[in-house]
C-alpha cells in the first residue's frame, strides 16, 4: 500500500544532542513537508521541498535542518539549538501541481521528548 | 496575514445528536479548503477539499460545505467512533503551504 513511514514513533534527546526523523514515501509525490504540532495549537510549518536537492524554510525552521536527496525521502533534524524541542512531528507529502491546491497526505508522526 | 480559525475548540454530542463545526478563513484568494480527521497520537487523515463556494462533498456521516468565508463540516446522527479532532485548513502565502485551523475536539457519547 502507498503511504508515508515516519520513524522512530518514540525518540528521546538529550541535552545538546542532535537527533534526526526519518520520512520515507511511496506515492511518488514531488513535494514534502514537516510541520510541528503542540498541544491544543494547529500544525506549524518548518521546512517544505517541492523538489530533490531544493527545500524552504516554514514559519518555524530556526533549530532545525533538512535534506532532499531522494524524491522519496525528507529527513528533519533536530539541532541542539532548537531550545523546546518536545513536540509531535508530522511529514506530508502531495502532488505538486503548480497550484498548491492539492491535498497533504501525513504519516503518522514522531513524538520527540526531552530527557 | 492568512488565518484559519475553527470553532467550537471542543464539542461533546450524544450519539444520533447532529451538529456542525465550522471553520472561517481570511486567506485572500482561496485556492481550495481542506478538513481532516485526526485521531490521538496519529496523523491527520484527510477527508475533503472544497474548490468553491457552494461546493458540497460527502463521505458517511459527513458533509462539508463552502461560502465565501467559511466552510462547515455538518455531522449526522453521530457515533462514538466519529470522535476525534477535526481540522481545516487553506493554502495560503506562496500557495506552497498550508494554514491549519487549532481543530475542533469532538466527542460522542454513547
Known amino acids: ?115 | 496575514e492568512d488565518q484559519v480559525t475553527q470553532s467550537p475548540e471542543a464539542l461533546r454530542l450524544q450519539e444520533g445528536e447532529s451538529s456542525s463545526l465550522n471553520c472561517s478563513y481570511t486567506v485572500s484568494g482561496l485556492r481550495g479548503l481542506f478538513w481532516y480527521r485526526q485521531d490521538p497520537g496519529k496523523g491527520p487523515e484527510f477527508l475533503f477539499t472544497l474548490y468553491s463556494a457552494g461546493e458540497e462533498k460527502e463521505k458517511e456521516r459527513l458533509k462539508a460545505t463552502l461560502t465565501k468565508k467559511e466552510s462547515f463540516l455538518h455531522i449526522t446522527a453521530p457515533k462514538p467512533e466519529d470522535s476525534a479532532t477535526y481540522l481545516c485548513a487553506a493554502p495560503s502565502g506562496s500557495a506552497r503551504q498550508l494554514t491549519f485551523g487549532s481543530g475542533t475536539q469532538l466527542t460522542v457519547l454513547p
Open chain 1, 1 to 115: 500500500d502507498g503511504g508515508i513511514t515516519q520513524s522512530p514513533k518514540y525518540l528521546f534527546r538529550k541535552e545538546g544532542q542532535n537527533v534526526t526523523l526519518s520520512c520515507e514515501q511511496n506515492l511518488n509525490h514531488d513535494a514534502m513537508y514537516w510541520y510541528r504540532q503542540d498541544p491544543g495549537q494547529g500544525l506549524r510549518l518548518i521546512y517544505y521541498s517541492q523538489i530533490v536537492n531544493d527545500f524552504q524554510k516554514g514559519d518555524i525552521a530556526e533549530g532545525y535542518s533538512v535534506s532532499r536527496e531522494k524524491k522519496e525521502s525528507f529527513p528533519l533534524t533536530v539541532t541542539s539549538a532548537q531550545k523546546n524541542p518536545t513536540a509531535f512531528y508530522l511529514c506530508a507529502s502531495s502532488i505538486h501541481t503548480g497550484r498548491g491546491n492539492q491535498p497533504q497526505h501525513f504519516g503518522d508522526g514522531t513524538r520527540l521528548s526531552i530527557l
